[in-house]
């Protein structure tokens, strides 16, 4: 991924969740004209985050594309992985061995880590080591419904992540993870 040349304080950067997994209908996949339509589908959706990243300094795209649909993640990181971080979040769910498939595919170039989505502590230590030593980013996440904890702020500082998403400043389990 090429780094954006900005002076602080002169810009801010957008990031994008999509969760393209929510409008995704994966029963328009079953017969050869559906699996058209939604190649078609995909092509119009990346054409539409490319009009939106020359119109908006969009400085990342989380899950542009369906969590199975492979195809289309090759065909967004073809296209933007060069200029932007495609994060990986229902697609890669925090797992090593998805990582890996999509760093052998080529595809995405940035995993949300969620401590408690694999499992332990140890996994989730894995696959930001496996990202890092990939050129993939790693972005520490909050899960929906945390507490006040604020043990993923101690994860990105420690694993030296760089980036922490926590949601908006809304509530006290945010607030606490971003002081």
């Known amino acids: 991924m090429k780094k954006a040349s900005y002076k602080l304080g002169e810009q801010i950067f957008i990031a994008l969740d999509v969760a393209a997994s929510g ?5 328009r996949t079953i017969c050869l004209q559906e699996v058209r339509w939604l190649e078609a589908q995909c092509a ?13 300094p969009i400085a990342s795209i989380e899950d542009g594309c369906a969590e199975n649909d492979w195809d ?3 065909r967004l990181t ?9 994060v990986g979040d229902d697609f890669l769910v925090t797992n090593v061995d998805f990582l890996r498939k999509a ?6 170039n940035s995993i949300l ?5 694999i499992g332990s502590l140890t996994k989730t230590l894995d696959a930001i080591e ?3 030593s990939h050129a993939y980013t ?15 702020a101690d994860i990105a500082v420690a694993t030296n992540a760089g980036q922490i998403k926590t949601g908006s400043l809304s509530r006290t389990d945010r607030v606490a993870k971003n002081n």
Do not use: C, P
């Open 23 to 27: 409008f995704y209908d994966a029963k």
């Open 138 to 152: 790693a972005a520490i996440s909050h899960r929906s419904g945390e507490s006040e904890d604020t043990t993923i």
């Open 130 to 132: 496996l990202a890092r």
């Open 78 to 86: 073809d296209v933007m992985g060069d200029s932007l971080q495609l």
């Open 44 to 56: 119009d959706l990346v054409a539409d985050y490319q009009t939106l990243a020359k119109k908006f």
């Open 72 to 74: 289309g993640w090759k």
């Open 103 to 108: 760093i052998a595919s080529g595809v995405a």
């Open 113 to 117: 880590v969620k401590v408690n989505q």
